[in-house]
């Protein structure tokens, strides 16, 4: 028995083969046994590259030697194949494998401490370091990896499931890569426009900020039974960044007494959702209110870790500052307007007001000193550090490193590394990005319903929107923004300040990230010789560039006759170049005097960018672009702007020249394909409930309307005046599916009456507004009769050339499809020929064959087929996303219509059916809401007359070229249905 007993114990601490003994001490325990030197160490982060010694080889025991508590990717550190970190170079081999070795190396270096458990046992316990990374909307620090929009794109989505997922993606790919602290979510209040991290704001709706901010905690820490499994967050920054007066950067926040309150209540809520989700930690800001700065501000232990009775938040985790901010503090006085000090006494301040941990970029053998010398001062004149403050910071350090499980019991290192296990679908990761990015965009003019485009009457696509910009060193060179990824993702992209052009997103590293521009969407989609933009064979040299501009310009000539406004579209595409913090500032005061003091933008940090900070915040569209559009296209075209910018900008000069102007804001690595997609009605703008795509605060109209903005005095809630567009604007299109005439008549005939419903669909048009008492069809026959008046190139003699399908109708001819097969199956003939109808029971009857066939559910049968046919790719390939899926009679419909496609109309050319182009095609069907409108309509008509009896007359026999979304990805399917 006691073998069996002993074995028990064995069995329940063992996992994997691997002991995991328990911890023993508790975090009291642990604080009271550490050194002076292993408290002050754990309130220590420092910049990887500070591990480095004279030849650039990142010392990673120094992390062990120092007793770090943490260290960071600094914003522009990328590791070479040996793991030694560096701010040179490129980055292009710095995948989520390599940074995992990183990772390792760094997990190993953990702190020993013995700790008395009891008057005669000891515990040895592992202290590991918390490891930090920049992950504002993804993994950004890792190449190849799918980035979702920034923030104050996913807030235009108006959805918080874009926010869920843009958490969950970033902390599985985060977990790969062996790192476990996010500095992520940014939940300031967008105010100011001018301030360079305005991307990063969440809107101007406080209550949907506090609701974004605790859904992306929540999903990205995956608190479990008090484990946090997934990753540390860092809440940032700690209050009221981006409230600052005119927007600066590390500026200053003007609030009067009487509106102290106002102020906080305004711009605390994304704390409260966040520590409401539980998040581990909050990052102080580098602003200052009336000229205290935040690194030193009673706000932190008054508003933030206060218990809620106190008047505070009741805050449990641990506060961090921003990188060097309380050396900023201390040194630098504008543009924040604060005080100066002695560096000391910013440091003993900055303890005392609650901030635990402080982020340095380098010196850490001098913080550390500095910090003994405070808590050894006995001098009462003096800055000092109370012990208890520091014990106090370390216990809350210690606690949540306890709960993500860096606090070990064990020596051996392979279980100090990260081992957790992550399988990522990265087919599910492109859909959620991609959806977000849909929803992302908003629709500021429409003139005349340009959009949506029809692609299959579209004959020229014309591409447009060149920049010629500093690339550093005092060169130049050319990007098209309609073919410019780096764009699409802004600031905080592989490095801090971001990148134009495609180099992270080329060969291997797009295909991983399924990166696409602009120009790659609309090449998925149309011909060569339909797209039309400049070729440029030297970016670098202004004469070429002008010359291949001449050229261009001189086909264009040629064949302006061929341009309609019906056949040709014009997409304009203006973009900001990619920057982040104070380098993306406008018009900050301290940048126009003569000693440029307080101008963060003088230390020249982004090399994309002009030597002096512009004053206007303002895009126009190039002189080229103009000539273009104004002199050889003169009205023969549909010109759609689109702005990839991370804020509201002055736009009056290209509205003025746009049928329609969409703000893509920086939509991520899915941007091109959601822009394209928008633009050709395959996503209505709006979305299914016409909530998505608008704007998550005020677009402004004039430069006055934001100076001196945000300024809180007199208790009066500040805000822009005379909007261009409102918090909420947002134009609406209808999906491709409405907006085709279709020579199609539908008669529905019952005992008592036939009704003739429509001669084509349009956004408005319903059957339940023309079928006025449903009743009188109720428990009768429900024939539908699809008439096809198809002739390839004819459209007059009231014969239209139809293109597409409305939704029912195509679930009509695929029942039928299916019933002919059948027959055939059954050596009989197929009645489903030219004036020759067929009819046959309702879908049950199918259902109720194939289970027959199989004796088993469709479920199971759809698994055991997809089992055998495909293996690799899984029975997730079939089933949609219970999510997408809102009731049982919408998830048979999808699962039968795969179920026909992929079995018994012999489509194999796809090997992994997720790569199938069917399979994508299908789901856009089957999600469009017209497709759920059906289903609720049929629901009505009761289940005797769904479909009781169907016929279909195909007066022209089987079109070689119908299509179902367009004629040439449906091709191959019809010309299967014809065998």
């Not at 170049?577 to 005061?589: F, K, L, Q, T, V």
């Not at 909530?691 to 009066?716: E, M, Q």
């Not at 009231?798 to 050596?827: P, S």
Request: hydrophobic residues 35%.
């Amino acid at each position: 028995m006691k073998f069996i007993f002993y074995l028990c114990i064995f069995l329940v601490v063992c996992k994997g083969g691997k002991v995991n003994k328990r911890l023993n001490a508790s975090i009291d325990d642990i604080v009271n046994s550490m050194t002076l030197a292993q408290k002050i160490g754990q309130t220590t982060q420092v910049d990887f590259i500070y591990l480095n010694d004279a030849e650039g080889k990142t010392q990673y025991d120094k992390i062990k030697e120092w007793n770090l508590g943490s260290v960071l990717v600094g914003g522009n550190g990328c590791p070479d194949d040996e793991g030694n970190i560096s701010s040179q170079g490129t980055c292009m081999k710095a995948d989520n494998l390599l940074w995992k070795k990183v990772a390792d190396l760094a997990l190993v270096q953990g702190v020993s401490v013995t700790v008395d458990i009891s008057e005669t046992e000891t515990e040895t316990v592992i202290i590991q370091p918390l490891l930090g990374t920049d992950a504002i909307r993804g993994n950004q620090h890792s190449v190849g990896e799918i980035l979702f929009p920034h923030n104050i794109g996913l807030a235009a989505s108006n959805n918080v499931e874009n926010f869920k997922n843009s958490a969950k993606w970033m902390r599985d790919s985060v977990i790969e890569s062996g790192f476990n602290f996010v500095f992520s979510p940014t939940v300031a209040v967008s105010h100011n426009p001018q301030w360079g991290r305005f991307y990063e704001t969440l809107g101007d709706d406080t209550t949907k900020v506090k609701e974004y901010s605790k859904a992306f905690v929540e999903e990205a820490q995956n608190i479990q039974n008090d484990e946090i499994t997934g990753v540390l967050t860092s809440v940032k920054h700690f209050i009221g960044d981006g409230a600052t007066i005119n927007g600066y950067e590390e500026g200053d926040s003007i609030v009067d007494a009487e509106s102290m309150d106002l102020f906080v209540e305004d711009n605390i809520k994304g704390y409260e959702g966040a520590v409401e989700a539980q998040t581990g930690n909050v990052m102080v800001s580098y602003d200052a209110i009336n000229g205290v700065a935040m690194s030193v501000h009673p706000f932190v232990n008054e508003k933030l870790k206060a218990t809620t009775e106190d008047g505070g938040l009741g805050f449990e985790g641990f506060v961090i500052s921003d990188y060097n901010s309380v050396i900023k503090t201390a040194n630098v006085d504008l543009p924040r307007n604060s005080q100066k000090m002695p560096l000391n006494q910013a440091y003993a301040e900055s303890f005392k007001v609650g901030v635990d941990m402080q982020m340095i970029s380098d010196k850490v053998e001098d913080y550390q000193a500095m910090i003994t010398g405070l808590v050894n001062e006995v001098d009462p004149q003096k800055p000092k550090i109370d012990e208890a403050r520091l014990d106090d910071a370390v216990k809350r350090i210690l606690k949540i490193k306890e709960k993500m499980g860096l606090i070990k019991v064990t020596s051996n290192k392979q279980d100090l590394k990260e081992n957790k296990k992550i399988v990522k679908d990265k087919e599910a990761e492109y859909q959620d990005a991609l959806q977000a990015a849909l929803q992302s965009l908003v629709l500021l003019k429409n003139d005349a319903n340009a959009l949506p485009a029809n692609k299959n009457t579209i004959k020229h696509v014309i591409l447009l929107g060149d920049r010629y910009v500093p690339v550093g060193n005092g060169e130049y060179k050319l990007f098209s923004d309609y073919d410019n990824i780096g764009a699409q993702n802004g600031g905080w992209t592989i490095r801090w300040q971001g990148y134009n052009g495609n180099d992270y997103w080329t060969g291997d590293l797009k295909v991983k990230s399924k990166a696409s521009s602009i120009l790659d969407a609309i090449k998925a989609r149309f011909q060569d010789a339909e797209i039309h933009y400049p070729k440029y064979t030297d970016r670098s040299d202004l004469n070429t560039i002008l010359t291949d501009r001449n050229t261009f310009r001189n086909q264009l000539n040629t064949m302006k006759d061929q341009f309609s406004s019906a056949n040709t579209l014009v997409i304009n595409v203006l973009a900001e170049n990619p920057y982040a913090e104070y380098m993306g500032d406008i018009n900050c005061s301290y940048c126009q005097g003569e000693d440029k003091k307080g101008c963060l933008y003088d230390l020249h940090d982004n090399v994309y960018l002009t030597k002096s900070q512009p004053t206007r915040l303002e895009i126009k569209t190039g002189a080229y672009e103009k000539q273009i559009i104004a002199n050889i296209l003169q009205g023969k075209s549909k010109v759609v702007s689109v702005l990839i910018s991370g804020r509201p900008m002055l736009i009056d000069d290209p509205l003025a020249i746009s049928d329609s102007f969409i703000a893509a804001w920086l939509p991520g690595t899915t941007g091109g394909e959601a822009i394209i997609q928008s633009i050709f009605g395959e996503y209505a703008f709006g979305g299914v409930d016409k909530k998505n795509n608008k704007l998550p605060s005020p677009w402004f109209s004039t430069l006055d309307s934001i100076k001196d903005y945000p300024k809180y005095v007199s208790n009066i809630q500040p805000k822009i005046n005379n909007p261009k567009f409102a918090t909420g604007y947002g134009l609406e299109t209808a999906n491709e599916h409405h907006l085709y005439q279709l020579s199609i008549n539908i008669c529905i005939q019952s005992i008592n009456s036939t009704f003739l419903i429509g001669q084509y669909y349009d956004k408005e048009y319903d059957i339940e507004n023309e079928v006025k008492d449903l009743d009188l069809i109720q428990n009768t026959h429900l024939i539908v009769i699809i008439l096809l008046n198809y002739k390839q190139n004819s459209i007059t003699n009231n014969v239209i050339k139809f293109e597409e399908f409305f939704i029912n109708d195509f679930i009509h001819l695929l029942l039928a499809a299916f019933q002919c097969r059948l027959n055939v199956n059954k050596g009989g003939e197929c009645p489903l020929q030219k004036n020759q109808a067929v009819q046959f029971k309702q879908e049950a009857e199918i259902y109720k064959f194939m289970k027959q066939e199989k004796n088993v559910d469709l479920n199971q049968y759809l698994y055991s087929w997809i089992i055998s046919d495909d293996a690799e790719t899984g029975v997730q390939s079939l089933l949609l996303d219970n999510k997408i899926i809102n009731n049982q009679y919408y998830q048979q419909i999808h699962q039968f219509l795969i179920f026909l496609i992929f079995k018994y109309l012999k489509i194999t050319k796809c090997p992994k059916v997720k790569e199938c182009h069917l399979y994508q095609v299908l789901l856009q069907i089957t999600n469009n809401k017209h497709f759920r409108q059906l289903i609720k309509r049929w629901r009505k008509l009761g289940t005797q007359t769904q479909l009781d009896h169907l016929v279909v007359i195909l007066q022209d026999g089987w079109p070689n070229q119908v299509s179902i979304i367009t004629i040439k990805n449906w091709i191959s399917l019809f010309q299967m249905l014809k065998q």
